[in-house]
């Protein structure tokens, strides 16, 4: 086994637990149910009749894991098995498929496809503040992916591909938005809730960055169509090369992506381009990472492209 695999949250099914103990709950047990902290009136059930790491809440009466109002609850795959997942995930840089992951892992293909679909879930980032400030440089561009449902494929043109709109931070962070459509009033919302108004703006020319743009500290921007690709600083390499990770893993391990899970995968993407190694971010911290994002969040089977939050 690598030695990056010999981890004990990966193999001892008490250690895995204590680790998402310990991610949960920081400042000790919290019932899910009621919101009581009070240690004195949480008691843990140590009985051999009951499973491992049950709480008993003296406010509420009720039980819980550590797993109660996250994306692990009612899950009856060991805890070991979601740890190694979430490591595998995490550290695959165009991501890792189903197929694969379930026949690494022992257990069967439903399960595991929807495995990911929780872990991803686990990745997606919430009420964020807005990137850049004061000197940074944010570039925004766009991509067209898969196919629109309900809509025949062209011979030429993106009207029936799904768009995703990326802000990356260059030297930070990425976020990525399945949009409807490249009109201003789908772009400049999340634009203006996304960026900080002191940052620096990188674009290329399209027309609905340009009145956008003047809402920012600067806005300069390079023209594809003449073959110019940068100027200096004037650039947006940094998300194109987003982009070329991200296509590659959807074409060449995923494959294919249907439009009502599309938000997903990009928060997956997003995740492990924010979190990466170049940043000082290693495997053993992202993991981690994605443990801390499964608290207040639920997926169902009939219904995993809804998070209940």
């Known amino acids: 086994m690598p030695a990056n695999l010999q981890d004990p949250r990966f193999t001892d099914e008490t250690a895995a637990r204590k680790a998402l103990e310990d991610v949960v709950w920081p400042n000790g047990p919290t019932c899910p149910h009621c919101g009581n902290a009070d240690a004195s009136k949480i ?19 009720g039980q819980f894991t550590a797993t109660v109002g996250t994306v692990f609850e009612r899950s009856k795959l060991p805890l070991t098995k979601w740890w190694l997942a979430m490591h595998l995930i995490g550290s695959s840089k165009k991501g890792i498929s189903s197929h694969q992951l379930h026949r690494m892992l022992g257990i069967s293909y439903k399960s595991t496809w929807f495995m990911m679909h929780r872990i991803r879930a686990a990745m997606q980032t919430i009420g964020l503040p807005p990137m850049g400030g004061p000197g940074s440089i944010v570039e925004v561009d766009e991509t067209f992916i898969g196919r629109v449902e309900g809509v025949p494929k062209q011979r030429s043109g993106s009207a029936h591909k799904n768009i995703v709109l990326t802000l990356v931070e260059r030297g930070g962070s990425a976020r990525s938005f399945h949009i409807d ?10 634009m203006r809730a996304s960026i900080n108004k002191e940052s620096k703006l990188m674009t290329d020319e399209a027309r609905h960055y340009k009145a956008i743009g003047r809402e920012f ?33 959807m074409k060449g391990v995923y494959q294919h992506c249907s439009e009502k899970h599309l938000h997903r995968y990009v928060a997956e993407f997003d995740f492990r381009y924010s979190n990466r190694s170049s940043i000082g971010i ?28």
Do not use: Q
């Not at 490249?182 to 919302?189: A, W």
């Open 43 to 61: 008691a843990k059930l140590t009985t051999k009749s009951v499973r491992p790491g049950l709480h008993y809440c003296d406010e509420c009466k």
């Open 181 to 190: 459509s490249t009109r201003r009033v789908d772009v400049e919302g999340i």
């Open 282 to 309: 290693d495997d053993a911290e992202r993991v981690t990472k994605i443990a801390a994002g499964i608290p207040g969040k639920r997926l169902t089977y009939r219904r995993p492209n809804e998070t209940r939050l």
């Open 217 to 249: 500290a600067s806005h300069e921007s390079v023209n594809h169509h003449e073959e110019e690709y940068g100027r200096g600083i004037v650039h947006t390499n940094t998300v194109e090369n987003f982009y070329s990770v991200f296509k590659r893993g």
